[in-house]
């Protein structure tokens, strides 16, 4: 089935600077790629996802890369800002089923003034 | 807010318990998951429901099971309960159509302790 790994698991930037968070996938049937921001206590908040027929999409300051033939497939966060601090999920969409993610394990960000 | 309500917020109950867990989706979405969530651990797939039907399984324990009403709400049910149950349980809805990977709205969760 498919596998999803994420790195890193804890990520500490300066206010104003770029980060990024990359997952690898192992199904290469996976045609979806959902990034999800959780904050505490919340619930996971979807912010950006990618269909395999592109290879680049961007949202203000967001933006997911993906490289199908690596498989994986890169969140971006410029000029971050202290309310970007949170946990961060990759998921792939696996063929397993009717429609199933699988989540990578988060990236702690946290974006210091 | 993403339309997804999940009840109750929070549950304590002993171990050996039974809990039932409610979620309803957002309007006009016709598939429900479940999500196990412990502690420094990712969001592990429990269970799909598409239109009042058992779609997709994932890691759930035969102690675990759920349902699909016709009104399209769900319920997860967790008996005997042990102290490694306690977690968050997050429900989430999509639209419901197969193929090109769908869009899921999660709810705010059910946090669940055992003592």
């Known amino acids: 089935g498919e596998n999803v790994e994420q790195h890193p698991s804890t990520l500490s930037v300066q206010e104003g600077d770029s980060a990024v968070i990359k997952c690898t996938y192992s199904d290469s049937a996976s045609n979806y790629f959902p990034w999800y921001k959780q904050e505490l206590g919340k619930g996971p908040q979807l912010i950006i996802d990618i269909r395999s027929n592109v290879g680049e999409k961007k949202d203000q300051r967001i933006a997911v890369t993906l490289n199908k033939t690596a498989k994986h497939f890169s969140l971006h966060i410029t000029e971050t800002q202290p309310e970007d601090s949170a946990v961060y999920f990759c998921?792939?969409?696996?063929?397993?089923?009717?429609?199933?993610?699988?989540f990578g394990t988060g990236t702690r960000l946290l974006v210091s003034p | 807010d993403s339309g997804v309500t999940q009840t109750p917020k929070h549950l304590i109950t002993a171990t050996g318990q039974r809990v039932t867990l409610r979620c309803s989706p957002r309007s006009g979405d016709l598939s429900v998951y479940w999500y196990q969530q412990s502690l420094d651990q990712g969001l592990q797939f429990l269970i799909q429901y598409y239109n009042g039907e058992e779609r997709a399984k994932g890691n759930i324990l035969e102690r675990f099971s759920a349902q699909q009403f016709p009104d399209l709400h769900s319920e997860l049910n967790l008996s005997s309960l042990e102290l490694g149950d306690s977690a968050l349980y997050f429900c989430a809805s999509s639209v419901g159509l197969a193929g090109e990977g769908e869009t899921q709205y999660f709810g705010p969760g059910t946090r669940l302790l055992v003592l």
């Open positions: 998921a792939a969409s696996s063929k397993e089923g009717f429609q199933k993610l699988v």
